[in-house]
């Protein structure tokens, strides 16, 4: 067995390219471990505000697939929307256009011309992320949201591992013909994901109103004063991992049977500063790396000092509800003026290591002052 593909070893992978979230990757990691064995794997249900790694996660699980060649007949993994796939099409299975979508994938990676038995192991061994889920949901504004619940019925039938006949065109003996492919959903591993923003409201209203057995959990926090006094506060601190139950996401409009079939459902952790910090100098795809290399074409050497990235992580935790989204709002409005006439900005000068741009933490403090 390769150690590369034991679950620490992918929760490894999978860390170097997701920042936080510890008990997500923890999960997630035994979920492939088991789909990449072919035992029942869990499929997982993510909660978690827009910003918080959903997107970036399902990226690294492809990632993972792609750094392994053993791995290779695993490669077939779409993201889809799940309002794309609730989108009404007369006379048309959502299931067989889900299957329709894997079926160009595995077309692309491994070729057009496909025998039926390797068009099958393909189909079957694939990763299906569906992103906005919450999108589906089977009410909207309190009323009933017939598209959703149908789309959920749709999914159901792949989660709950039973057989789907699908019509495809298959190579058989050097000649292109149509079969229908008998193919077993139960190996397929489904990753879900979205923001279901009205559930924080939802949960915390239940909990401040009393209207069932769980109350908000009272803390206490010590500050230690540069005098060497101490005090004592106490804080009430609201998080939906802390409080959420099934029931929550019935009333939120998820079918029951549909919620059943997920074997883990994960609340993801808002980023703190600290997580914030790490993606915009880490992430490959960080505004401030992109920022960089326009600025190197140029000949321009961008200097971001300590204090600004301090400065503009802690305005991002400020906007926890869109998160690492936050840090490309705030570094890109920042960094604009100077991007267009980069030789005449304030910032600019020439220094022993050639052309500089630097921002330090004043040029952050003074734009986020523009901005209140």
Not at 95 to 107: I, N, S
Not at 113 to 126: F, G, P, Q, R, S
Not at 131 to 155: C, F, H, M, W
């Amino acid at each position: 067995m390769e150690e590369s593909l034991l679950p620490v070893a992918i929760d490894a992978f999978l860390a170097k390219r997701v920042l936080g979230q510890k008990d997500l990757l923890t999960r997630i990691s035994v979920s492939l471990y088991k789909h990449i064995h072919g035992l029942p794997a869990p499929n997982v249900l993510l909660v978690g505000n827009s910003g918080t790694g959903k997107t970036t996660l399902m990226q690294a699980i492809a990632a993972f697939y792609e750094a392994h060649d053993s791995l290779a007949k695993l490669r077939v993994m779409i993201v889809i929307n799940a309002n794309t796939l609730a989108a009404e099409v007369v006379g048309e299975d959502r299931t067989a256009r889900l299957f329709a979508k894997l079926e160009a994938r595995a077309r692309v990676l491994f070729g057009a011309h496909l025998t039926a038995a390797e068009l099958t192991e393909y189909l079957e061994n694939a990763t299906v992320c569906v992103d906005e889920v919450d999108k589906i949901s089977g009410r909207i504004s309190g009323k009933p949201n017939v598209s959703g619940i149908a789309t959920q019925y749709a999914l159901l039938t792949m989660l709950e591992g039973e057989q789907f006949l699908y019509r495809a065109k298959v190579m058989e003996d050097g000649r292109e013909t149509e079969v229908d492919l008998a193919l077993d959903t139960g190996r397929l591993l489904f990753i879900c994901g979205g923001a279901f923003e009205e559930l924080y409201d939802q949960v915390y209203g239940c909990l401040v109103n009393r209207r069932d057995d769980r109350r908000l959990k009272e803390v206490s926090e010590v500050e230690r004063r540069a005098d060497g006094t101490v005090s004592v506060r106490t804080v009430t601190r609201f998080k939906l991992c802390d409080y959420l139950r099934l029931a929550d996401l019935f009333t939120y409009g998820m079918m029951p049977q549909f919620i059943s079939r997920f074997g883990s459902i994960a609340v993801l952790d808002d980023l703190g500063k600290e997580e914030l910090r790490r993606i915009l100098l880490e992430s490959a795809n960080s505004p401030l790396r992109l920022t960089m290399e326009y600025f190197r074409y140029m000949g321009i050497r961008l200097a971001v000092t300590e204090g600004a990235v301090d400065a503009i992580a802690e305005a991002a935790v400020k906007n926890s509800r869109i998160g690492a989204r936050a840090l490309r709002e705030i570094f890109n409005g920042l960094i604009a003026p100077h991007e267009f006439d980069p030789f005449h900005s304030p910032r600019f000068a020439q220094t022993e290591s050639g052309p500089t741009l630097t921002i330090d933490q004043e040029t952050v403090t003074q734009y986020l002052c523009r901005m209140d």
